[in-house]
């Protein structure tokens, strides 16, 4: 005989399965509204840069507007992906492949945005930075 | 089963001949897009990445990057965002509880197409000047 009330055993397995919540929604909304206003801005950020010679790309990607835009549309974008492919996973797969498929997702993101974030940091270290900012 | 008297009578729509309405079209088309726009998003990430390495390596990433195949991997990109920006103002509709009914849904939809074409005519437009 069980004693837990099937009211209990059914809670917390919403239509999506166990470990889902609304959370997961919200995460995805609060994103996608820091994205309506950094995917236009990250657009003409990058936009103005292309065509620029070498030092001039280095030097513009120093400047605080573009650096912040560039690191805020990544980290957040990456973020707002690895949720949203999480469902197109959930969806399409299951067992193994759904973990492993889970786990790429995340790794491929931080790997993103560790690559700008480094990107990032070497422009505004490099001597072409100091040299348009002085 | 064999006995089961079938007749001429209709079955629920089977999915591989189900003509799929605009909404749902245009509903699938956020996934894919948001996966798209990952092209775009790399090879500019690693153009940045090569611009803080040295001028040689931002040399061979900027030559790839203003190829044609790097604007035309650029231009579907942009599109690609656009369309899935759209999308998402679309959800925050739905979660509002608005643009529920199915001439609402179908006009949306045609906004999502007209409009992330519009927006991505516009960055062309942006970056050419």
Known sequence: MRYITPRKAAKG????????????????????????ILTPAFILVVASAIGLPHDAVVA???RPYPAI?????????????????????DDYLDHAERKVAIILSHLFGWAVIAAVVYALAR????PAAVVVVS | MGDIPRGNRPLSPHLSVYRLPIAAITSIMTRITGQALVAGL???????????????AFATADWVLRSWIGYLVLLGSVWALWYHFLAGIRHFFYDARLLMTKPEARQASWVLIWGSVGLTLLTLLLFVI
Do not use: D
């Not at chain 1, 835009?69 to 996973?89: D, K």
């Open chain 1, 13 to 36: 397995l919403g239509a999506a399965g166990p470990g889902a919540s609304t959370a997961h929604h919200w995460g995805m909304t609060v994103s996608s509204a820091a994205l309506l």
């Open chain 1, 60 to 62: 513009y990607f120093s």
């Open chain 1, 69 to 89: 835009v560039t690191a805020l549309f990544l980290v957040v974008g990456m973020h707002h992906y690895i949720n949203g492919t999480r469902i197109m996973i």
């Open chain 1, 123 to 126: 422009m505004m270290l490099s």
């Open chain 2, 42 to 56: 790399l090879l500019v990430v690693w153009w940045l990445v090569a611009a803080a390495t040295g001028p040689r």
